[in-house]
């Protein structure tokens, strides 16, 4: 799988640079980060470093305007995070493999806090031609080891949100969540603001904690040989299908199994997200409309 699945009219480039990549993604939010969650993070760090570590090459924290060449640090600048008290000015920290701030992330570990340090989110993306196991293993380490409220991991896009020019990619966000239902439209800093509301959508895996199993009849998922469920000690992980899959609806590939899981889940889609796909006449304004429209899009 590469990047050609994003038709012409979906590329960004811009001063030879490629803004936007189809990337193979995990998500993860949690409520508290307590030292469970963050020896938890720590583990999936570790398992996905071998893969990461020839790959990234820069880092930015909170409190750095630019990126900087991550050098021999290796994992330190996530460790530091990990281990620092919560700060304002020192909540967020990212490893990835841009030299220019415009390019797309394809490779990169980011974890963020909020509230003090208490809610936030670590999400991983890869670039789409991995094997998409590593998502199966970043799960179950999620609901076995850290205390998660909800997340996803499948095929998402990479691009840099913090780029001056992002609005040029995320005008184009619309259209290709609308065509190909399997890939994920970002939004990890706008769904932090709301995670104990409710998941965000479903994916390939759809991750929920304890409190949210309690809340939907996963037995009702049991009737479909195709949708796996693994059990871990902080919630479940619901694996729709073999391997991850982009859909197009053009092609009649609407992502059936996704459909399947969406409806089940629906009860618990945050029906109030906050708007982050733009509005068709606007490059600044976000259409609540829109946004939803996209949400719920796998509900039926």
């Given at each position: 799988m590469t990047n050609s699945i994003l038709s012409d009219a979906f590329r960004v480039t811009v001063d030879g640079l490629e803004m936007l990549k189809l990337a193979l993604g995990a998500t993860?939010?949690?409520r508290d980060s307590t030292d469970v969650t963050k020896n938890g993070i720590a583990k999936i760090i570790d398992l996905v470093w071998p893969i990461m570590e020839t790959r990234v090459k820069s880092f930015q924290t909170t409190n750095m305007k630019q990126i900087k060449k991550l050098g021999g640090l290796g994992m330190e600048p996530l460790r530091t995070m990990l281990a620092a008290a919560p700060s304002p000015v020192f909540s967020s920290t990212r490893i990835d493999n841009r030299l220019k701030p415009d390019e797309a992330p394809d490779s990169s570990i980011a974890l963020a806090l909020k509230g003090g340090g208490k809610a936030g989110h670590f999400a991983l993306r890869f670039p789409a031609d991995t094997e998409p196991d590593i998502l199966v293993?970043?799960?179950?380490?999620?609901?076995?080891e850290t205390e998660i409220a909800h997340g996803y991991c499948g095929f998402t896009l990479a691009y840099n949100r913090l780029s001056l020019r992002s609005s040029l990619v995320e005008e184009k966000l619309f259209a290709i969540g609308m065509r190909h239902p399997g890939i994920d439209l970002p939004s990890e800093g706008?769904?932090?603001?709301?995670?104990?509301?409710?998941?965000?959508?479903?994916?390939?895996?759809?991750?929920?904690?304890?409190?949210l199993v309690?809340?939907?009849r996963l037995e009702d998922l049991g009737k479909e040989a195709r949708v796996s469920i693994y059990s871990g000690r902080f919630g479940r992980a619901i694996r729709a299908g073999e391997v991850p899959t982009i859909g197009d609806v053009n092609k009649r590939a609407t992502?059936?199994?996704?459909h399947i899981v969406g409806r089940v889940?629906?009860?618990i889609r945050n029906k109030t997200h906050p708007a982050f796909i733009l509005d068709a006449s606007s490059r600044i304004a976000a259409s609540a409309e829109r946004t939803e429209h996209w949400l719920s899009s796998l509900d039926n």
């Open positions: 993860i939010y949690f293993k970043i799960a179950r380490i999620a609901i076995d706008n769904t932090s603001f709301v995670i104990a509301d409710g998941i965000k959508r479903v994916n390939w895996i759809t991750l929920l904690g304890s409190d309690s809340k939907v992502c059936e199994l996704y889940l629906e009860p």
